[in-house]
C-alpha cells in the first residue's frame, strides 16, 4: 500500500512537471525562445509561389513557408540603433514578421562569378538572417551553372525569369535610322555606353518593366542588387519592414549628377508630362532636389539606383505608368541614352511627397566607382563596418546628398565637414 501512495505520489508531481514545462514554453517571450521566421508576407499579403515556365526555386531554405503569417509586428520591435533591445542578437534566425518583398538582379549568365560576391555580402550582413527570396530576370535563358550557383548561395527561395521580348526591343515608334546615327555620334564623343544597344535595352527594362514581370507581381518591396556589388556593415533590422512601416515609397544611399550628354532632352519631356498630368504631382514633393529655379531646368542630380529598395505597387500605380509611358514615346532612351536612375529619381522627386523618399545612412555600400560609408566613427564601430570613411562620397563636391539632406531639413551627421574633400 506504501508502495501504491509513493507511485501516486509520483504520478502527480511528473503531470505537474509536465503542465509546468507545457506552461512555461507556451508563455515564453521571443528573447527567451528564438521564434522561427514567418511566411514571406507575415502581416501583409502571402505570395502566392511563381509557376511561370522558366522560374524554379531552390530547397534550401523553405522553413519560412512553415511558419505562421500573422506574427503582430507590435510584439517584435526592430533594434534601430544600439541602444535598443535584441541591437547585437546577430546570430540565427531573426524573429517577428517578414515582409512581402524579394530581392531582384537583372543579370547575364556571364556575370555569375560578380553577382556571386553581391549575393554571399547581402547574405553574410543581412538576409541569413532573414531568408527573403531572390528574383533573377534575363533576356535570355539561364543556364543551369547560374542557377545552381545562385541558389546554393541565396538562403530565401529563388526565381529565374525570361524577360518577353517586348520588354527588351525597339518600340514600332523608333526610327531605326535616327537611333544608329545617335549611337554613332556617341560613340565618336566617347559617351559611356553611347554606341550600345543592350545597354539602352536594359535601362528602358529597369525604367519600365522589371516590376511588372509576372516573377514580381507576387511581391510588394523589392531590393535592387547588381553585380560585384559590396556592402561594408551588418543590416541590424529588417529595411523592407522598415519602408512598410514608415510609409518610405523610394530609398537610396548615393546620389550624384548624371552625365549631361546622355539625357538632353529628358527635361523638357518630364515638364511636358508635368504639364500633361498635374493630377500626379506630388504636393510637398522633391523639386528642390532635381531643380534650382523651381523646376525650370533639371540640375541633374539623381538617386543612384543600382541600389534601390522600394515600394513595387508605387511603379505600378497610374501615376508612375504614366510617367514612364510619356517619357518613353518621346524616344529618348533610344534617341539619346536616358538612364533608369534618372527616371526613377525624378519620377520619385515628383510623384511622390518628400518624405516618402528615404536615405539609409545605415546601409553602407559600393559599386564602382563610388562608396557610402557611413558617417561618425561610433556608428561605424556599432555596425561592425570594413569601408574606409575616406572612401565615403556623401559629402563630397559631386554628390547630391547634402542637398537631399537640405530640402528636407535634416542636420547632417556629425563630422561630414571633415569628409567634404
Ligand atoms: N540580362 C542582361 N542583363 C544586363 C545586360 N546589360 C546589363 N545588364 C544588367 O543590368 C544591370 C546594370 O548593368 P551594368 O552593366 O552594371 O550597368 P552600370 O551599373 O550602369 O555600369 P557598370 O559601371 O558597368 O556597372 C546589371 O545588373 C547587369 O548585370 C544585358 O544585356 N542582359
Ligand atoms: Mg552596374
Known sequence: MAGGSARYVRYIL??????AVFYFV?????DVLPLRPAAPGAGVVAPGKPTTKDSSSNSGSSDADNHSADLDPALYPMPMSAADEGWNSLSGIAPGPRMNATFVTLAR?????EIARSIRQIEDRFNRRYN????????????ATFKKVTSSLVSGKTHYGEIPKEHWSFPDFIDQEKAKKVREDMKQRKIIYGDSVSYRHMCRFESGFFFRQPLMMNYDYYWRVEPS????????YDPFRFMKEN?????????????????????????KFMTNHPEHIAEGNSMGFLS??????????????????????WLRSQAYTDFFESLDKDGGFFYERWGDAPVHSIAAGLLLK?????????????????THCPTGEKLRTELRCHCNPKDNFDWKGYSCTSRYFDINGLSKPEGWENQSD
Not at 511528473?14 to 503542465?19: L, N, Q, Y
Not at 538617386?303 to 515600394?311: A, H, K, L, Q
Not at 523618399?357 to 559599386?367: E, G, P, Q, R, S
Open 354 to 370: 518628400k518624405e516618402e523618399v528615404h536615405f539609409f545612412n545605415d546601409i553602407a555600400y559600393y559599386h564602382v566607382p563610388f
Open 109 to 113: 549568365n556571364s556575370d555569375i562569378w
Open 26 to 30: 507556451s508563455h515564453s517571450s521571443p
Open 132 to 143: 527573403y527570396d531572390w528574383v533573377f530576370l534575363n533576356d535570355k535563358p539561364f543556364d
Open 14 to 19: 511528473i503531470s505537474f512537471f509536465v503542465v
Open 292 to 313: 534650382d529655379d523651381g523646376g525650370e531646368t533639371y540640375n541633374h542630380c539623381h538617386f543612384w539606383s543600382n541600389f534601390e529598395v522600394g515600394d513595387l505597387n
Open 247 to 271: 510609409g518610405k515609397k523610394y530609398s537610396f544611399v548615393l546620389s550624384l549628377y548624371e552625365y549631361v550628354e546622355t539625357i538632353p532632352t529628358l527635361w523638357d519631356s518630364v515638364k
Open 229 to 236: 556589388v559590396e556592402l561594408f556593415c551588418d543590416v541590424h
